[in-house]
């Protein structure tokens, strides 16, 4: 491969161009015209301006990307996360066009975007699931008395949904059929597939995956796990590797089951198998990612490989250069989304120029972004600004870390979940582990963090006072001594 081009933009256009950079390869930038002055456009060898700012008339023009990428002789496209990343029928296009799509085949991608296809391929390879349909179920009655086998709360899911969109909690069987007709017409408007499948509900699970590489020689190896059990309404927030409950035994049987479900779709590149766990750390399988994920670096952190070289390296047919047995893990790793949202008003979307806009640094921490200061925050895509993520010999001193991290991290002009992460990592059941999906609506409030935003002025005012007394003290003695000399200038600056 000689040339690829990325159908991305921000921080993972930017991450998959520096890889590629090393690698040797030129690179090719697209872009809108929201973004021509984006740092990822000015990274990359070429760049291509696709069309205005909203996403269907750039981003997600299939044809175009394809057109500008013979055009250009590129070899290789890489999608990144989002846009046309678990878009089938673009990897197929792709493909057709002789050019290689850098992640799995076109039916793999298919497969696992309908969730009844992925639990119908995982039941031929035992991989343990939660009871609920086989099929895809309309009839109310029957759903009522599978509802009464599988026993309430079961939850409705969207066949074709995935990340939560279109799932309902159903009670007792006095509500199913309601909320199946909602669950119906919410899948049909946003996916235009209205099949939907019960399942047995899992009230407080936590939410692990399985990072898999694959290559195209039936080599499958697992990378251990990710939690990601702090989300809120179903986007993640802090992503962490390993999870502190799994212990080697569950590791190694996820590992399997993950790899399972990977051979169960031939799949070929890096892809991500998502897991619930329960209280009595049980694992049932329930989506398989087909994409490199946003919170790839913490896998990155622990097992010491470059992912998306990984995917480049398979994508030109090489076969996998180490084994199950030579992958171990090093240290701990947590990563912290931050969002151009306001928690302290209901995580309303912000926008707006990063007037201060500085990045921590130090041994053990990367910070995964695409802006700069003085960049404006465009209204038109995911509202993330960047990833922090932090690497230490323990949990403990990873937390740690990631607090020293986020008091270093500047941003001012734009709203942003800073002050929100710093509240997580400062939990103590976030410290100690105990925590489910429900971490952030059952801890969470605003006043707690006007409470925390207190604490830290109040520790401000009090330095203040005191800093105010030793001057005016020096200034006293200083005058009386016939020198006016205060240090009280430095000192202020201390503080920023
Ligand atoms: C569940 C569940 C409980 N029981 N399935 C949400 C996203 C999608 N990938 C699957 N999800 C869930 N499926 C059963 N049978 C709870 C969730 C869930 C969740 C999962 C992972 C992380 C956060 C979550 C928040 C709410 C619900």
């Not at 990378?223 to 590791?251: D, G, M, N, W, Y």
């Amino acid at each position: 491969m000689q040339k690829i081009l990325v159908a991305n933009r921000g921080e993972i256009a930017l991450r998959i161009m520096r890889s590629i950079k090393e690698m040797g390869i030129a690179t090719v930038a697209v872009y809108s015209e929201a973004d021509r002055l984006a740092p990822h456009v000015r990274f990359a060898d070429e760049a291509i301006c696709l069309g205005p700012a909203p996403s269907n008339q750039s981003y997600l023009l299939e044809d175009k990307i394809i057109a500008e990428a013979l055009r250009l002789g590129v070899d290789g496209i890489h999608p990144g996360y989002g846009f046309l990343s678990e878009n089938a029928e673009f990897a197929g296009k792709v493909e057709a066009a002789g050019i290689t799509f850098i992640g799995p085949s076109s039916l793999a991608i298919e497969m696992m975007g309908n969730k009844l296809a992925a639990k119908a391929a995982a039941l031929k390879f035992d991989v343990p699931m939660l009871p609920g349909t086989k099929d895809a179920i309309a009839d109310i009655a029957e759903a009522k008395k599978i509802a009464t086998e599988i026993g309430f709360p079961v939850l409705i899911k969207a066949a074709a949904g995935g990340g939560g969109k279109g799932m309902r909690v159903v009670n007792a069987a006095a509500e199913l059929e309601e909320q199946m007709q909602r669950a119906i017409g919410e899948a049909t408007s946003a996916f235009g597939d209205g099949s939907v499948f019960l399942e047995k509900y899992v009230a407080s699970p936590r939410h692990i995956e399985i990072q898999v590489l694959c290559d195209k020689h039936q080599n499958y190896l697992y990378l251990f796990e990710r939690e990601c059990s702090v989300q809120r309404r179903h986007q993640k927030v802090v992503e962490e590797a390993p999870s502190c409950v799994l212990t080697p035994e569950i590791r190694k049987m996820m590992g399997e089951n993950a790899v399972k479900i990977a051979k169960a779709c031939d799949y070929v590149g890096a892809g991500t198998v998502e897991f619930l766990l329960d209280e009595n750390h049980h694992f049932f399988f329930l989506e398989m990612n087909t994409r490199l994920q946003v919170e790839h670096p913490v896998t990155e952190m622990i097992t010491g490989l470059d992912l998306v070289k990984e995917q480049i390296k398979i994508a030109r047919g090489e076969v996998l250069s180490f084994t199950q047995e030579d992958l171990k893990i090093n240290g701990h790793a947590i990563e912290l989304r931050i969002y151009a949202e306001d928690p302290t008003n209901n995580f309303l979307p912000d926008i707006g120029t990063l007037k201060t806009y500085r990045t921590p640094d130090g041994p053990g921490i990367r910070v995964d972004g695409g802006y700069e200061e003085g960049m404006t925050i465009p209204v038109y895509y995911d509202p993330m600004i960047a990833k922090l993520a932090v690497h230490a010999p323990t949990r403990q001193e990873a937390l740690q870390k990631m607090i020293r991290a986020i008091d270093d991290y500047k941003i001012e002009g734009v709203a942003n979940t800073l002050i929100f992460g710093k509240f997580v990592m400062q939990h103590p059941d976030f410290a100690s582990g105990n925590f489910d999906t429900h971490f952030v609506p059952k801890h969470f409030s605003p006043e707690k963090l006007q409470s925390q935003n207190e604490d830290e002025i109040l520790i401000a005012a009090i330095a203040a006072a005191h800093i105010y007394e030793t001057a005016k003290k020096e200034v006293a003695t200083a005058a009386t001594n016939g020198a006016v000399k205060s240090n009280w200038g430095e000192r202020r600056g201390m503080r920023g």
